[in-house]
């Protein structure tokens, strides 16, 4: 089974073909991807319009490659796959409707992906993982604690009450003129800096749900930062570090929180802790998770970087998945801005993803 994967969601425009591997697991046969970070990073941010047109401009080319580099046609294929959301929606509408354009030229079943779905997936993908398994998504848009129990079937655990990790960095970077994004950029400079010269609160510390809250620290931060400005290089370098020393502490405790309600809800033994979006890549976070898994002896799956951050395989896998139970959608599939991992969120959090 080969499934062609859009990502249109924020971005990055990607696209990619992945093959569904016998024994489990995938093959990517390509994974193309254009990010678009130099026209957004002179507004320090994504611009939804920019984004979109910026799409659009691309998705085509980015398919061709992507078919081309898999060494097939398009009637090769046995799915196409876009992500119809959570995301923004001018985008989100660029790729869902190539894929069902596609879909419609090719008559091959259409899968609309959830996003936070397909990086849920990703470990299934790289390692083959079981179900159930813990998932920590970070990302620039979301970050929780999720026990996935199957595809589609989803029990969030705990999830930021403010900002996202990634967004955490993205401000803290901007407030301390860093450039656009700033997650890898705070890293950068955290290496060289001291993490214990400032004491930054560690939010949500100890709590039993398995919450996270980043927007306590990132004032803390500012607040700092404006106490002893104007700043060094030096200056800049120890925020940064007691930042990203902060950020770690909390995401390691909140998952010592995350496993503890999984094996009381869940199941006694998840098969992995699994890590997914773009903040997955900080080399800080990374290490804290490594020792976390040595300590609890839970497995750890860490994705490499480039299937951490938004890509079209992570979305063709998905589709691979869906397709394999049967699950395929109609052409008539409307973008979601929104579009929780769990059924019942919208509920209890009043439709806040
Ligand atoms: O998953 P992603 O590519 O996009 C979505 O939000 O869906 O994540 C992007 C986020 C950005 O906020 C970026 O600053 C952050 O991930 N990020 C990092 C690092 N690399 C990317 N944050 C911390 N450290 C990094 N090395
Ligand atoms: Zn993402």
Redesign the pocket.
């Known amino acids: 089974m080969r499934v062609l994967g859009i990502e249109t969601t ?1 971005d990055e425009t990607a696209a990619a073909v992945v093959q569904l591997r016998p024994e489990g697991g995938g093959d990517i046969l390509s994974n193309e991807i254009m990010s678009q970070i130099a026209e957004h990073a002179a507004y320090g941010g994504v611009v939804p319009e920019i984004a979109a047109r910026a799409h659009i401009d691309v998705i085509d080319r980015l398919v061709e490659r992507a078919l081309i580099h898999a060494g097939l046609r398009l009637d090769e294929l046995d799915g196409i796959a876009a992500a119809a959301g959570p995301g923004l929606i001018g985008g989100v509408i660029v790729g869902l409707t190539t894929a069902k354009a596609l879909a419609l030229a090719t008559r091959k079943p259409f899968i609309a992906v959830n996003h936070l779905e397909a990086h849920a997936l990703t470990a299934r993908l790289t390692d083959g993982i079981d179900f159930p398994f813990l998932l920590l998504l970070v ?3 979301h970050t929780q604690l999720v026990a996935v129990k199957g595809v589609g079937d989803y029990v969030r655990l705990g999830s930021t009450v403010d900002d996202a990790v ?2 955490a ?2 401000k803290v970077a901007k407030m301390l003129g860093l450039p656009y ?4 950029q ?2 950068q400079e955290a290496e060289k800096g001291d993490a214990l010269r400032f004491n930054f609160p560690r939010p949500m510390l100890g709590r039993a749900k398995a919450d996270f809250s980043f927007s306590g620290l990132k004032t803390a931060v500012r607040l700092e930062a404006e106490r002893i400005a104007p700043l060094t290089a030096t200056d800049v370098a120890d925020l940064c570090a007691s930042f990203q020393a902060a950020v770690v502490d909390t995401i390691v405790d909140r998952c010592r929180a995350g496993l503890k309600l999984f094996r009381e809800r869940i199941a006694r033994t998840p098969q992995a802790l699994v890590v997914a ?3 997955a ?2 080399g800080g976070i990374r290490r804290a998770l490594l020792r976390f898994s040595g300590e609890t002896g839970l497995k750890l799956v860490l994705p490499p970087a480039a299937l951490c ?2 890509n079209g395989a992570m979305i063709a896998w998905a589709g691979i998945e869906r397709l394999s139970l049967g699950l395929t959608d109609d052409l008539t599939f409307a973008a979601r801005p929104r579009w929780p991992l769990d059924a019942d969120a919208d509920a209890a959090h009043h439709g806040k993803a």
């Open positions: 924020c990302s620039g848009g990634g967004e960095f993205d994004p700033g997650g890898p705070v890293e979006g773009g903040a890549a900080n951050t938004d």
